[in-house]
Structure formats: structure tokens, C-alpha cells
């Protein structure tokens, strides 16, 4: 079973203040992506990374997929209160047509004003 | 606007009652859906991939028979809880996938929040 161990998985910080978040497996995924969920409400995809090394930024926020694509980090600079929210990655995982989304425990983030 | 509708968002039954939950593609065809369990500030939870026209897959632990899967056209699955009860309250998250492939894009509803008395 391939599994994402994500942390970590409480996060309270003040606004201004910078974090990582690290997703990690021992398994290799053909893909990975990062979610932000928001209570009472459905995951949104932020990203999607793809090739090993490879870097996206949106905005504040960048995300990193290991050389190996066995690891991903999303480091947010200068968190705003808006940024609070549930952060989930998840990996692909299985054949091209029967794949399936493994969501790692999700990183539960605070940003107090 | 939203790709995944899911139906009702909520739902406070009796404990014996059988659930149904809809999720539908707004827009799109989606041979494959999947259906996740979400408890409070947890991850989501796989619970079964539902593809058109065929019996969907269960993840290990899932119990088929409780948890009814139908998938009936292009655009809506249903996930029915069948005698619920009180353990089964939780958040449940539809997601349709673009296309056959792993890679393409899943788009989620909002969820359905179930609590069983």
C-alpha cells in the first residue's frame, strides 16, 4: 500500500510568518498534487506536479516535487488569516486507467492575525 | 462555478434509515467517480472508485453491501448508506474524473455532512 505521510499535521502561526509543509513516501507517484479544503467543503486543487525537481509557484505559495517524485513540500511566505485552512497532498497511484488519488493526513493550518 | 454537484449537503436522520447521496457532473462526462469518508480534521478516506456502467471497486475494510454504489450514466453516481447508524456519521466527498486516465483532473463536490441519531 503506498502510503503519503504528510506534516506537519497542526500548524499555528502568525500572519507575516513563513511555513512548510512536507509530504513524504517511500513509494514513487507519477504524479502529485496539493489541495486546500476549507470546512464544510470540498478539497481545491492548487497544483499539480508532475516531473521530479520540479517547482510551481502561485502567488505566495510554492510547491516543490521531489528529484525523486517521492516527496513534495508547498511553503507559504508571509501567511495571511486567509490561508487557514485543511492542506492535503495526494498522489497518484496504479496503472494509467484504473489509478486512484492516496490523500496524505493533511496539514491543518492556523494563521492568527 | 462548480464541475461536481453533490446532493443533499447535509443530512440528520434516524438511526435504521437508509441514505442516498447524489453526485453529478455539471459538465462533463465522468466515466469514473470516487467516493471518500472525511472525519473531523482528517484526511479523506477512499472509499470506493465507481465507474459507469460496471460494479464499483471497494477499498479493503469498505463493506459493499452498507455502502451501495451505483453509477448509472455518464453524469451521477449515487452512494446509498443502507440501515445507518450512529458510526456512519461523517463527512462523505464525491469526485468525478475527467477522462480514463489517472493523471487527468478529478473535480470534488462540497460534501455531504451525515449525522445519524
Known amino acids: 500500500t503506498q502510503l503519503l505521510e504528510q506534516s506537519p499535521q497542526f500548524l499555528s502561526i502568525q500572519e507575516g510568518e513563513n511555513l512548510t509543509v512536507y509530504c513524504n513516501s517511500s513509494?514513487?507517484?507519477?504524479?502529485l498534487q496539493w489541495y486546500r479544503q476549507e470546512p464544510g467543503e470540498g478539497p481545491v486543487l492548487l497544483v499539480t506536479v508532475v516531473t521530479g525537481g520540479e517547482v510551481k509557484k502561485l502567488k505566495r505559495l510554492t510547491f516543490q516535487f521531489g528529484d525523486a517524485r517521492k516527496d513534495s513540500s508547498l511553503h507559504i511566505t508571509a501567511a495571511q488569516p486567509g490561508d487557514t485552512g485543511l492542506y492535503l497532498c495526494?498522489?497518484?497511484?496504479?496503472?494509467?486507467?484504473?489509478?486512484?488519488?492516496?490523500f496524505g493526513q493533511g496539514t491543518t493550518l492556523q494563521v492568527k492575525p | 462555478g462548480a464541475v461536481v454537484s453533490q446532493h443533499p449537503s447535509r443530512v440528520i436522520c434516524k438511526s435504521g434509515t437508509s441514505v442516498k447521496i447524489e453526485c453529478r457532473s455539471l459538465?462533463?462526462?465522468?466515466?469514473?467517480m470516487f467516493w471518500y469518508r472525511q472525519f473531523p480534521k482528517q484526511s479523506l478516506m477512499l472509499m470506493a472508485t465507481?465507474?459507469?456502467?460496471?460494479?464499483?471497486?471497494?477499498e479493503q475494510g469498505v463493506e459493499k453491501d452498507k455502502f451501495l454504489i451505483n453509477h448509472a450514466s455518464l453524469t451521477l453516481s449515487t452512494l446509498t448508506v443502507t440501515s445507518a447508524h450512529p458510526e456512519d456519521s461523517s463527512f462523505y466527498i464525491c469526485?468525478?474524473?475527467?477522462?480514463?486516465?489517472?493523471?487527468?483532473?478529478?473535480?470534488f463536490g462540497d460534501g455531504t455532512r451525515l449525522s445519524i441519531l
Open positions: 469526485s468525478a474524473r475527467t477522462g480514463p486516465e489517472s493523471n487527468q483532473p478529478q473535480h
Open positions: 459538465d462533463f462526462q465522468a466515466t469514473t
Open positions: 513509494s514513487v507517484f507519477s504524479s
Open positions: 465507481s465507474n459507469e456502467g460496471s460494479k464499483a471497486t471497494y
Open positions: 495526494a498522489g497518484f497511484a496504479g496503472s494509467s486507467n484504473t489509478g486512484k488519488l492516496i
